[in-house]
């Protein structure tokens, strides 16, 4: 199947600070990428939808100034989580979507730790 | 809204026995997708199996397969000769129109050796 990364895998900063979050389809062109958060032991939370070229399509109660996502090439989405604070920790997921293929890719996550 | 009901929170079975995740949805969509997904304590999402609405007969991968009753808008999932491996966190999900994942709480499956 087709290979979707994530960087960084983990990462902890302080309170205040901004951390970006890297997520690739190294094989395929993604037209298509979708960020979720999952806390521990629960599902997989949708937050937003993003396409390539164009602005991301956010879940409810999902704050887009917070939670910023660029899709700016098939190949790469960025999710910048701003002003981290310790209730953003979390396991933070994408996935991604080619053109013509009905299954998603999973990157295998980052697991965010705001102190 | 379109919602998946996992309600077996946790499942046991013995090793080389077989068991049934319970998986039910609600859609007014007319063809879509049907997904089972595993979690392993690595936490990277793996595809099990899918399963296309209109096609009446059930996929099957394996040691894997789907009873898949749309009517009653019921897909389990059904593993044969359970392995140590398959010790995991299986999520149930439903394609949205717009592509997107709507899953289901999930089912713990413990592996007795």
């Known amino acids: 199947g087709a290979v979707v990364s994530q960087h960084p895998s983990r990462v902890i900063c302080k309170s205040g600070t901004s951390v970006k979050i890297e997520c690739r389809s190294l094989?395929?062109?993604?037209?298509?990428m979708f960020w979720y958060r999952q806390f521990p032991k629960q599902s997989l939370m949708l937050m937003a939808t993003?396409?390539?070229?164009?602005?991301?399509?956010?879940e409810q109660g999902v704050e887009k100034d917070k939670f910023l996502i660029n899709h700016a090439s098939l190949t790469l989405s960025t999710l910048t989580v701003t002003s981290a604070h310790p209730e953003d920790s979390s396991f933070y997921i994408c996935?991604?979507?080619?053109?013509?293929?009905?299954?998603?890719?999973f990157g295998p996550g980052t697991r965010l730790t705001v102190l | 809204a379109q919602t998946v009901t996992q309600s077996q929170p946790e499942m046991s079975v013995q090793e080389a026995e077989t068991v049934t995740l319970s998986c039910t949805y609600d859609t007014s969509e007319s063809d879509y997708y049907l997904f089972w997904y595993k979690q392993p304590p690595s936490r990277q999402m793996i595809l099990v199996i899918r399963q296309e609405a209109y096609k009446q007969q059930n996929a099957t991968e394996n040691r894997f397969s789907v009873n898949f009753q749309k009517a009653a808008k019921s897909f389990s999932l059904k593993i044969s000769d359970s392995q140590l491996g398959d010790a995991a966190m299986y999520f149930c999900?439903?394609?949205?129109?717009?592509?997107?994942?709507?899953w289901g709480a999930g089912t713990k499956l413990i592996i007795k050796p």
């Open positions: 996935s991604a979507l080619g053109q013509g293929i009905d299954e998603q890719f």
């Open positions: 993003s396409n390539e070229g164009s602005k991301a399509t956010y």
């Open positions: 094989d395929f062109q993604a037209t298509t």
């Open positions: 999900a439903q394609e949205g129109s717009n592509y997107q994942l709507i």
